[in-house]
């Protein structure tokens, strides 16, 4: 393959965590009183850190949110994993697939650490990421679209930034890898092509990407 590190979101690419998450935030948001659809939530907070939803409630509002918002926000979501959560249709495989061919491989998220264990418990890919390949916006100062995770899992992986290619589903994530100098392919199961300006190359179905990095 043309690169030397394949790094992949982890909700919406990895796990299919995004209906799950988004519907539980706007719920939550809504019960604050701060009025939020399903569809408000992908277009605001798809692929962000949780600080992004306070730093958009306060900057919208002047309000802060409550000071348990995070943990019971996060309580909410991990109940919504357990019970739903399935992997991305095609991805097992495709990690297969880069296993075989012995192509390294991480994932990157903005999800807390906790977050990306319990979908991957849940889904079963927790057998394909050992600690050493689980990065998180927690382990960084900023999250996406500031480019630092994507350069933290590239400098612990010992591969150079221009070597990576990312595969992200949101806005936030792609601006990220374009900041931190790597290729990214853009995963439309869920967001529009439209929505992912400056990607590399765009596919739909997990199926699809082994062939596009090769």
Known sequence: MRYDLIVFDNDGVLVDSEPLSNTVLAGYLTELGHP???????????????????????????????????????????EAFRREL?????????????TEEGVPYCVASSGSHERIRVGHRKTGLDRWFPDERVFSAQDVGRGKPAPDLFLHAAARSSVAPGRCVVIEDSPLGVQ?????????????????????PGVTGLFSRMEELPGLLG
């Not at 277009?43 to 348990?68: F, I, K, M, Q, W």
């Not at 990220?176 to 092509?193: E, I, K, L, S």
């Open 176 to 196: 990220a890898a374009r900041a931190a100098g790597m290729d990214v392919y853009g995963f439309t199961a869920m967001t529009p092509g439209s929505q992912l």
């Open 86 to 98: 399935r992997p991305v249709p095609g991805v097992v495989g495709v990690l297969k697939t880069l």
């Open 36 to 78: 939020t659809s399903y569809e408000d939530s992908l277009r605001d907070y798809l692929g962000g850190a949780v600080h992004r939803v306070h730093d958009l409630v306060y900057e919208r509002t002047g309000r802060r949110l409550p000071a348990g918002f995070d943990d019971e926000y996060h309580a909410r979501v991990f």
